[in-house]
């Protein structure tokens, strides 16, 4: 008897919690927000859809289980609203680039001790807020390229934050490790492949969203992975021997120009908007 009242127990809990998980993604989607399985936990993502996040939108996702990867970017998200992630302990990634978050905003992020990567590109972040960022020892990655932090401000936190990569301008090599919560299986999604050996073909990049793209080298010899800038100008990011891999961290619009290695051009690539293979035949 009690092994059922038990059971019975157990069931009538694992429903209610079912029901109210329910409910919070139907809340999350009806806002404009995405959720996706990934490795390791969840992702909600409001980028792609509205941009006009309430303050209630944010309890929502806080209220969630297993969210490991939060992207804000764009939208219209406050200082204010970021006091529902205080309590977001399993978060490890966290896009706020292009929102109006300032100093007062970190406040409420320092405890997050389990936060990997956190993008403050474009924000209204200054010195004041270094002391909180300090406080994030478990950051991989940071982003502050155009806020109103200072140079000095910079050196403060590359001193402070020893074994965090902290970028402070456009640099694709900067983040070239694969991100840790990214899918580990082969992409789906391929890009096309435009052979060419008239270097004036490919174009130059474009700006877009943040993605990764895996280039897979299927010839019998190496190849140059070059990156065409914004401005047409050419930078080498690596090398593939035959059969080898590379995992890439690059922009939606962007175009990588492949190379024989006497910089030949054989042949181009132009990133969409979700991660991808790039397979050089």
């Known amino acids: 008897m009690r092994i059922l009242v038990f ?3 157990a069931s009538v809990c694992c429903t209610a919690t079912y029901g109210q998980n329910a409910e919070i993604r139907a809340a999350i989607k009806q806002a404009g927000g995405k959720i996706e399985q990934i490795q390791g936990g969840l992702e909600v993502s409001y980028h792609l859809g509205k941009r006009n996040v309430s303050d209630r939108d944010l309890s929502y996702v806080a209220a969630l289980e297993g969210v ?6 764009k939208t219209n998200v406050s200082s204010q609203g970021l006091v529902h992630l205080a309590e977001m302990h399993t978060l490890k990634k966290l896009h706020l680039e292009l929102t109006k978050v300032d100093d007062r905003g970190l406040q409420h992020l320092k405890g997050l001790k389990n936060l990997q990567y956190l993008n403050l590109f474009g ?10 960022l300090a406080r994030l020892k478990g950051l991989t990655h940071l982003y502050v390229w155009q806020t109103a932090i200072s140079e000095a401000g910079i050196a403060t936190l590359r001193a402070r934050l020893p074994a965090t990569k902290i970028v402070a301008g456009i640099d694709l090599t900067a983040i070239v490790l694969p991100d840790p919560d990214a899918p580990v299986e082969r992409p789906s999604t391929g890009l096309k492949f435009i052979a060419t050996q008239d270097l004036s073909d490919a174009p130059k990049s474009g700006n877009g969203e943040n993605i990764e793209v895996v280039f897979e080298n299927k010839r019998s010899h190496k190849i140059r992975l070059v990156w065409v800038g914004y401005d047409g100008k050419l930078k080498v990011y690596g090398e593939l021997a035959p059969g080898g891999t590379r995992t890439q961290n ?13 910089d030949n051009p054989l042949g181009y690539f132009i990133c969409g908007n979700r991660r991808a293979v790039a397979v050089i035949p």
Not at 252 to 262: F, K, P, Q, V
């Open 7 to 9: 059971v019975l127990i």
């Open 68 to 73: 490991v990867l939060l992207n804000l970017k």
């Open 123 to 132: 924000t209204k972040v200054s010195d004041d807020g270094i002391d909180a």
């Open 250 to 262: 690059s922009y939606e619009n962007n175009t990588w120009l492949i190379t024989d290695m006497e």
